[in-house]
């Protein structure tokens, strides 16, 4: 039965508190979260997995965890959602692709494993491109993921399956990963909070993209998003690489003042990508409300990314196909052939130099922050989310070559892959056609908690958390 105090628009600390007072109890929230996701995935298909018996089974152990007094973690009942490339007990691993077998997993992850430490309960998987090769969320094997805002376009990718069910209130939190933007990206086109946190800061036993990659979640508010940094990023011996620990807790960075920062204001981007009207006006807005609160803002007229970094970024990208395990690559997509044909052609000498080049060129990039600005702000993506499924089919046309609508959607977010820097999509805006318009924050190296602090007070400025999608609105008869 369905809890009637139920909101499917609470965070995730909210709802924890609630489950820890008695409130509401884990298998309510539970059920609560799996109404919601029948009721709406099939608009949506966000979730393409469930277990709800397994589901059911954490959700009552945690329940008497709590009924007897132990500390089950500080999300203990809260319902979410692990991406389809992220292994996790007793879950199959698809990878979103056809030619993957499905097998169950028989191991967490770590950063699952770290959900589950939280008290998370697992309900289900969010859909992925194959492979997580694509800004948006579309394959063969399970079709288009469409964003709650407009259906007929695309949540972004690649952890759009997640971005779609938080924005539409089937969960209140999401697990994604971020190789080129793939959490910020999602996060600008449903309207969320998306935090890349600096490479190495969520332990992984093999980190994506040889480190390019790093794990996160996809959030509502930037409370939701500091404390699930908290509950992610505990230091884990089984992880070959350690990010240096915070001075506090994530979570106290909430509120606290962030004194008056140096703010760059960056709309150009060095890949040459036009960025269209809404998302200039997102960033212009940004810069005039840093004003506002006491930030001396400039904008710059040249990008910081290095151009010539993107050749060895792609030589990682591409040598990194080899990695996916039990996968039928005749059963694989275009675009994903095409990635492993050019994965195979690196040799270890040239992918050892392309590791080379990466690291030459990221020093005079992350050397401005502390010397030239505190904080770069950009836009998320340069355009309004693409119409869902235009970008898989021009991704099957040319699969030679990434697509073009691809290449301008990790315009502003690659060069933070790069580099390893944290940065955060934060909903500020919205475009006249209604949809959201993410804004960039990128900080300094390991600079998670002075991002932190500047996010929460452009949240506190210019609050997003009453605005819901329309998909929603409609199913809730609000």
């Not at 879950?91 to 494993?113: I, M």
């Not at 709650?148 to 938080?166: E, I, L, N, Q, Y």
């Not at 969320?192 to 946190?197: H, I, Q, T, Y």
């Not at 390019?212 to 992880?239: F, H, I, K, Q």
Request: glycine letters at 10%.
């Amino acid at each position: 039965m369905i809890a009637p105090r139920f909101d499917p628009f609470t965070s995730a600390l909210d709802l924890a508190a609630k489950i820890r007072s008695g409130e509401l109890s884990p298998l309510e929230a539970l059920e609560g979260a799996l109404e919601r996701i029948e009721r709406l995935n099939p608009a949506l298909n966000a979730v393409v997995w469930r277990d709800d018996a397994a589901s059911r089974a954490e959700a009552e152990a945690l329940r008497k965890r709590i009924a007897d007094g132990e500390d089950a973690g500080p999300f203990a009942g809260v319902p979410t959602l692990v991406k389809d490339l992220t292994k996790a007990r007793g879950q199959p691993a698809t990878f979103g692709s056809a030619g993957a077998s499905g097998c169950v997993s028989e191991h967490d992850e770590l950063v699952v494993a770290a959900m589950r430490r939280g008290g998370f309960v697992l309900c289900g998987r969010s859909n992925t491109p194959e492979f997580g090769s694509l800004p948006v969320t579309e394959n063969s094997r399970y079709g288009i993921t469409r964003n709650p805002w407009d259906v007929a376009r695309s949540p972004g990718g690649s952890s759009g399956g997640s971005a779609a069910a938080v924005a539409s209130g089937m969960v209140p939190v999401a697990h994604g990963n971020d190789g080129a933007g793939s959490i910020r990206i999602p996060a600008s086109c449903c309207g969320l909070v998306g935090l890349k946190p600096s490479r190495w800061r969520v332990p992984s036993t093999v980190p994506g993209w040889l480190g390019m990659s790093v794990e996160g979640a996809l959030c509502r508010t930037v409370a939701d998003a500091a404390a699930v940094l908290d509950c992610l990023s505990r230091p884990n011996l089984l992880a070959w690489e350690q990010a240096p620990a915070p001075e506090r807790p994530f979570a106290t960075e909430v509120g606290a003042d962030p004194g008056p920062l140096r703010v760059a204001l960056l709309t150009t981007s060095a890949l040459g990508v036009e960025v269209e009207a809404s998302c200039r006006a997102g960033v212009e807005d940004a810069g005039r409300l840093l004003e506002e609160l006491g930030h001396h803002v400039d904008v710059l007229d040249h990008d910081v990314l290095d151009t010539s970094a993107m050749g060895p970024f792609l030589d990682v990208v591409s040598s990194s196909y080899g990695a996916f395990e039990g996968v039928d690559w005749d059963r694989v997509e275009p675009q994903s052939k095409a990635w492993r044909a050019a994965g195979r052609g690196v040799d270890a000498l040239a992918l050892v130099s392309s590791l080379q080049a990466l690291r030459r060129a990221t020093p005079p990039v992350v050397e401005r922050w502390g010397r030239d600005f505190d904080v770069l702000v950009t836009p998320t993506i340069p355009v309004e989310p693409p119409l869902a499924g235009e970008v898989l089919a021009e991704a099957h046309a040319e699969p030679g070559t990434p697509p073009l609508a691809a290449f301008v959607m990790v315009a502003f977010t690659v060069a933070s892959n790069v580099t390893g820097q944290p940065a955060v999509s934060l909903p500020l805006s919205q475009a006249p056609s209604g949809l959201p318009v993410g804004v960039q924050l990128v900080g300094a190296p390991w600079g998670e908690a002075a991002l932190l602090r500047l996010a929460a007070q452009l949240e506190a400025a210019a609050p997003w958390a009453d605005r819901e999608p329309p998909l929603a609105l409609a199913e809730t008869g609000t």
